[in-house]
């Protein structure tokens, strides 16, 4: 009798012929998330097991399990020799801390076990109702708990109650790469992480203004890669000051253009990285309306820079609250709310345009090099691992 943790995942299902190869990227980051720790990976029928591992490790092993992508969901369970007396034995054991309704399902993949499955539940469920009559009670349809019995063409049975629903989503490193433009707020972390979960790769990408953002500022932008990354995989992030841009657009251009003019720079830097380290997207976390920079008119400024790449907003309909509730799961949160100043934030106008006017903005471009700045900004470009 051992402990394994059954894998399940969902979306993987609807795939055709690509379904081996993302069952077995799935199977790749199962194994790089448990990288550190003793286990045995088991591909079976639908599912992923987890064996041999240290019982000191199996909340660990949890944990880690419910940020891997494209996990539906784990059961912690027992593995016990395909023997009558062993199941029912171990059944009752399970069952014995449980209160309230409950029902067998039983499973029967091999064939020559002698009893059938409508009739070993049926036996089973009598047995534990019995024993525990005082704290459970049979109910078929949504009861509070479920004694399963998966009875494998191998010779062995698994048993297991709980059902620890995990991310979802799609397998990390199957939807492409794409580039993260990561500030220190709540929301592009939340936007990285549901890129994530669609099964991108992520690289990322933060500006700062040293002096007028601090290291702190940077520290905390490599805090929240570290975080995403338990989600997302290995990130490779880039770190580029756009202080000089800024004091150019400071002296040069008008006031209230500040932001859109920035984030026009912002964009135009974007792409070139992606182009030079293979992201076939831009992943930014705008959502409309949220701020002077995000009405459609603002994104259509922005936006109007880039030549041949993707932008992907995947918070562009949400409600902060909701972004917050996200941010609040995944542990960004806490970080992203550290009263570091964000490049953004540097020579703030008092009234930034709302509805800023593409060919005015372009107009006051003329009076900036922007080919030279966009070029001196990638020479100071530092790189992290996280
Ligand atoms: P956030 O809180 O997401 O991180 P925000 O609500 O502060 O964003 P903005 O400052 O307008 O909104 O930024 C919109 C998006 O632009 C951010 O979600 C992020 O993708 C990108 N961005 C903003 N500032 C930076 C920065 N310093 N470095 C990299 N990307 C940035
Ligand atoms: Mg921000």
Do not use: W
Request: with cysteine; aromatic share 6%.
């Amino acid at each position: 009798m051992k402990k394994v943790v059954i894998i399940r995942y969902c979306e993987i299902h609807l795939k055709g012929k690509n379904k081996g190869y993302f069952e077995r990227l799935l199977g790749d980051n199962i194994k790089h998330a448990l990288k550190d720790l003793d286990f045995k990976c088991v591909k079976i029928p639908a599912r992923y097991l987890i064996e041999d591992f240290s019982e000191d490790d199996l909340d660990e092993i949890v944990s880690r399990l419910q940020k891997v992508s494209g996990i539906h969901s784990i059961s912690v369970a027992i593995l016990v020799p395909s023997e009558k007396e062993i199941i029912y034995q171990t059944a009752l054991d399970l069952c014995k801390d449980k209160v309230g309704t409950f029902k067998v399902d039983t499973n029967r993949a091999d064939k020559r076990f002698p009893v059938h499955s409508v009739d070993l539940s049926r036996e089973l469920g009598g047995l534990i109702l019995s024993k525990y009559a005082k704290n459970l009670s049979v109910k078929i349809k949504n009861p509070d708990f479920c004694v399963n019995i998966d009875i494998r063409e191998s010779g062995d049975t698994l048993i297991f109650t709980d059902v620890i629903k995990c991310m979802g989503g799609m397998p990390v490193g199957g939807g492409g790469k794409g580039l993260l433009l990561l500030s220190g707020g709540i929301d592009s972390p939340v936007a990285g992480y549901m890129m994530a979960k669609r099964g991108m790769k992520l690289k990322a990408l933060h500006f700062h203004s040293y002096p007028y953002t601090s290291d702190q500022a940077k520290e905390k932008v490599i805090d929240l890669a570290k975080k995403l990354s338990l989600y997302a995989g290995d990130i490779e992030l880039y770190v580029v000051s756009v202080t000089k841009i800024q004091e150019a657009i400071h002296e040069n251009c008008s006031e209230e253009l500040m932001i859109t003019m920035l984030r026009r720079f912002m964009m135009r830097i974007a792409e070139r990285l992606a182009n030079s380290i293979g992201a076939q997207a831009i992943i930014t976390g705008e959502s409309l309306g949220q701020v002077a920079s995000q009405t459609i008119e603002s994104l259509t400024t922005s936006n109007a820079v880039i030549e041949n790449i993707p932008v992907l907003r995947p918070l562009i309909a949400f409600d902060k609250l909701d972004i917050i509730a996200i941010a609040e799961k995944i542990d960004t949160f806490e970080t992203s709310i550290l009263p570091y100043e964000d490049c953004c934030t540097v020579f703030l106008p008092k009234f930034p345009a709302i509805k800023p006017r593409l060919d005015k903005v372009e107009k006051e471009e003329q009076n900036l090099n922007v080919d030279q700045l966009i070029n001196e900004a990638f020479t100071n470009i530092e790189k992290f691992h996280v």
